[in-house]
């Protein structure tokens, strides 16, 4: 996310508190009530958007995750890439024999 539109989001939700704060007054509620239901408006959405930010970070779903995965995985097929077929061998006779002596 760049700054421009972590900006825009905040002004989106400034403006939307403001919004729900009007709209409760036009229903009828009173200048106390609507700042309260205003109020719990906003932080039930801001828990909501808490949770599903838990909820990415602890299944590692988050941006950074997954684009080092990728990243990782680009990495160890351009080394696999260059290897030779001989250094491939190798390196799979040097793994065939450590399963056999771990087992």
Same mark, same amino acid.
Do not use: C
């Given at each position: 996310?760049r700054?421009?539109d972590a900006? #825009?989001? =905040? ?5 939307? =508190? #403001?919004?729900?704060y009007i #709209?409760?007054q036009l229903v #009828?509620?009173?200048?106390?009530q !609507? =700042?309260? /239901?205003? $109020?719990v %408006?906003l932080?039930?959405g801001?828990l909501g /958007? %808490? !949770? &599903? +930010?838990?909820?990415?970070a602890? =299944?590692q779903?988050? &941006? +950074?995750?997954? $684009?080092?995965e @990728? +990243? @990782?995985?680009?990495f160890f097929q351009?080394?696999l890439d260059? %290897?030779t077929?001989? @250094?491939?061998a190798?390196i $799979? !006779? @040097?793994?065939?024999?450590?399963? $056999? &002596?771990?087992?």
């Amino acid at each position: 996310m760049r700054r421009i539109d972590a900006i #825009g989001i =905040g002004f989106g939700v400034f403006i939307a =508190g #403001g919004l729900a704060y009007i #709209g409760l007054q036009l229903v #009828g509620l009173d200048n106390q009530q !609507a =700042g309260i /239901w205003s $109020q719990v %408006l906003l932080v039930s959405g801001l828990l909501g /958007w %808490l !949770a &599903t +930010y838990v909820v990415r970070a602890v =299944g590692q779903k988050m &941006t +950074y995750h997954q $684009q080092r995965e @990728e +990243y @990782e995985e680009a990495f160890f097929q351009k080394r696999l890439d260059e %290897l030779t077929p001989e @250094e491939l061998a190798k390196i $799979q !006779a @040097e793994i065939e024999q450590e399963k $056999q &002596t771990q087992a």
